[in-house]
């Protein structure tokens, strides 16, 4: 009876130190993950435009549909480039009046 009983108190040991070393693991990947790897997370955005333009002799670009960069804006010699929100296109909307009386 007593070396069933050891048994018991050995597996259960075990147990206890199969737990206790998982634990231990754990906490040491988590303390790794918080350190430093070296990496530069620096803010910054690649736009792509679903309506685009461009002209010619005079220089016009355009684009939307994208991630907005609203900043200042970015010059140098003669040329500026400037990201962020279309500004003053206002679209009036025209209601056609037979095609709305017509449900009714």
Same mark, same amino acid.
């Given at each position: 009876?007593? %070396?069933?009983?050891?048994?018991?108190?050995?597996?259960?040991? %075990?147990?206890?130190?199969?737990?206790?070393?998982?634990?231990?693991?754990?906490?040491?990947?988590?303390?790794?993950?918080?350190?430093?790897?070296?990496?530069?997370?620096? !803010? !910054? %955005?690649?736009?792509?435009?679903?309506?685009? !333009?461009?002209?010619?002799?005079?220089?016009?670009?355009?684009?939307?549909?994208?991630?907005?960069?609203?900043?200042?804006?970015? %010059?140098?010699?003669?040329?500026?480039?400037?990201?962020?929100? !279309?500004?003053?296109?206002?679209?009036?909307?025209?209601?056609?009046?037979?095609?709305?009386?017509?449900?009714?």
């Amino acid at each position: 009876m007593s %070396t069933s009983r050891f048994t018991f108190h050995a597996s259960r040991f %075990t147990l206890h130190a199969l737990l206790l070393a998982a634990l231990l693991l754990l906490l040491a990947s988590v303390a790794l993950a918080q350190s430093d790897g070296g990496y530069d997370l620096s !803010w !910054w %955005t690649v736009d792509g435009g679903g309506y685009t !333009w461009s002209e010619g002799g005079g220089y016009a670009l355009g684009g939307t549909i994208g991630q907005p960069d609203a900043g200042a804006a970015l %010059t140098g010699g003669n040329y500026t480039l400037v990201g962020g929100f !279309w500004g003053g296109a206002v679209v009036q909307y025209r209601v056609y009046l037979p095609l709305v009386l017509r449900n009714y």
